[in-house]
């Protein structure tokens, strides 16, 4: 069974940063498309940021410029470093992953249990 474990979430003050880490377990031959998305209270789950295998990256506006995705394939770990923090990147933050190649079948569609951001002075 694939699973998605994210952590580094917590509290910092605007204009800090913080690390989150995604790492998959499983028997896992290859990922996709890995991506973080976010949750704030009342809003619907939306895209910050996107990776695929070959490393092409994608954005959300609202946060280029200051934040960064990266992945290791041979780990199946994708990274989000967050600078710049503002009280509206406030949310819980969940790492997702498009398709999963393990033990010869794809699966789709995976997501962590999420870790929660708060920017707050």
């Known amino acids: 069974q694939v699973q998605l474990v994210e952590s580094g979430g917590g509290l910092v003050q605007p204009g800090g940063s913080l690390r989150l880490s995604c790492a998959a377990s499983?028997?896992?031959?290859?990922?996709?498309?890995m991506g973080w998305y976010r949750q704030a209270p009342g809003k619907q789950r939306e895209l910050v940021a996107t990776?695929?295998?070959?490393?092409?990256?994608s954005y959300a506006d609202s946060v280029k410029g200051r934040f960064t995705i990266s992945r290791d394939n041979s780990r199946n770990t994708v990274v989000l470093q967050m600078n710049k923090l503002k009280p509206e990147d406030t949310a819980v933050y969940y790492c997702?992953?498009?398709?999963?190649?393990?033990?010869?079948?794809?699966?789709?569609?995976?997501w962590g249990q999420g870790t929660q951001v708060t920017v707050s002075s």
């Open positions: 990776i695929t295998y070959g490393g092409t990256t």
């Open positions: 499983g028997s896992i031959s290859s990922i996709t498309t």
């Open positions: 997702n992953s498009e398709k999963v190649l393990t033990r010869g079948l794809w699966k789709y569609d995976i």
